[in-house]
């Protein structure tokens, strides 16, 4: 079980106020529209058409926008941020960020390599699947990502906490009237750094808090001069914090293969009837049978491997190691992006409380793209990290019932380049 006491102490959880009846009917007359309770759903959506049928370019490394889209972006969202810097990144535009999370983590959008260039596209399938939900289910489904699952890190295979808990911290520390956030109000300014930057656009955009902007200092990014929350913000945020610790099951927060959406649905639709169908994720990736080739490269050296769908990791792994020379006597792991791209680990069958694990876990499930990378680390200690660009699925070959070495360049290199044998039977001896 998760420990949330270092976020929420045994003083807050008392002063934890109960939601009580008016903040409960407020929830349920409250009318979701495009631009209310905030403007979520009308910048989410400008965001869907700026990325359009045929994707928008991306970075190669982490798949965020690139500088010259930013400025583009920042001016048509509903609440455009003056900015003093000059390489401004994608973090570097609160609001942008937060809206790309919420297309990644919701599978609406993901990086794709077309053509030796990286596109952020669309999932068609989801994408009309999206359009026959009513406002109130898109903004719900949003506000469970954002609750739960928008952390800074969860892109780079790393979750923490449920945001839900930082924005309750926050906004248990704004006054009722709200506040400035200055160097004079430390205590608040202080509070103000835990849920971040992102985190305070997605309070903004979801309407839970009001903000207003200052013109930028000299050098630096996003000013924020004032903050209040408002009441449909405290009343959301006490309704599903009391449901959460009351369903402790709900703080899992999963780390693998793929993320599970709905969680906060059956304790929502007490309070917004309308929301009835959910943006299923799990399973969009169907198995592609057929015969994977794999180019395999460590250092200057490289394999092209070809192995049936049907197989598990484990014969891809003895393939690789005997084509580079190298011993079979340490622990492996692969490393691959799920759906959404959170990187996953498919572990050394040992590494038993840490699954999936390589001897049940068939080629044709792979989240792998054809010209889509994972990395296969052997022996933790070394730190051989091997490159496996799946390269073509071929019809499938029922004479082909085992992995088979098609191609080899290069000399491998040495699996313990200081290991002397001679010396090591000295010592023995």
Not at 46 to 54: P, R, S, V, Y
Not at 161 to 168: D, E, G, S, T
Not at 269 to 294: A, C, N, P, R
Not at 317 to 328: A, E, T, Y
């Amino acid at each position: 079980m998760i420990d949330f006491n270092f976020l929420l102490s045994s003083e807050t959880l008392a002063k934890l106020p109960t939601p009580t009846p008016e903040a409960k009917q407020l929830l349920q007359q409250q009318i979701i529209t495009d631009k209310n309770p905030g403007t979520i759903l009308q910048d989410f959506q400008k965001m869907l058409d700026f990325i359009g049928e045929n994707g928008c370019e991306v970075s190669e490394v982490n798949a965020y926008f690139s500088m010259k889209k930013l400025r583009d972006i920042n001016a048509f969202l509903s609440y455009p941020i003056e900015i003093d810097l000059k390489r401004p990144q994608q973090k570097s535009y609160p609001y942008i960020h937060a809206l790309y999370l919420l297309l990644r983590i919701s599978g609406l959008a993901y990086p794709n390599s077309q053509n030796k260039k990286k596109l952020l596209v669309l999932d068609q399938e989801l994408f009309t699947s999206w359009h026959r939900l009513n406002p109130t289910e898109r903004y719900l489904i949003l506000l469970e990502i954002g609750m739960l699952w928008a952390d800074e890190n969860i892109l780079d295979g790393y979750t923490a906490y449920p945001n839900l808990f930082v924005w309750h911290r926050f906004l248990s520390e704004i006054p009722a009237k709200g506040a400035s956030l200055n160097k004079q109000n430390k205590r608040l300014f202080e509070f103000h750094a835990i849920p971040g930057f992102t985190n305070l656009a997605l309070l903004h955009l979801f309407g839970i808090v009001n903000l207003r902007q200052g013109k930028p200092e000299a050098g630096k990014g996003w000013r924020v001069t004032y903050v209040e929350k408002t009441a449909f913000g405290e009343a959301i945020v006490q309704v599903l914090l009391h449901s959460m610790m009351a369903n402790p099951n709900l703080l899992i927060l999963e780390n693998a293969q793929s993320i599970t959406h709905g969680k906060l649905q059956p304790m929502l639709q007490e309070y917004f009837s309308e929301y009835q169908q959910q943006l299923v994720l799990d399973g969009k990736l169907e198995k592609t049978e057929g015969i994977y080739i794999f180019k395999v490269s460590l250092d200057k050296a490289w394999r092209r491997i070809a192995i049936p769908s049907h197989l598990t990791l484990e014969p891809l792994v003895d393939s690789i190691l005997n084509s580079f020379d190298f011993g079979q006597d340490h622990l492996y792991r692969f490393i691959c992006c799920n759906r959404i791209g959170m990187p996953f680990n498919i572990n050394h069958p040992y590494m038993e409380d840490e699954p999936p694990f390589t001897n049940r876990f068939r080629v044709e499930e792979l989240p792998l793209k054809i010209g889509e990378i994972m990395i296969f680390n052997f022996d933790f200690g070394d730190d051989w990290e091997f490159a496996l660009l799946l390269e073509a699925i071929n019809p499938p070959d029922k004479t082909l019932k085992k992995p088979k070495l098609l191609e080899s360049h290069g000399t491998a290199p040495e699996q313990y380049p200081d290991y002397d044998e001679e010396e090591y039977y000295d010592e023995e001896e």
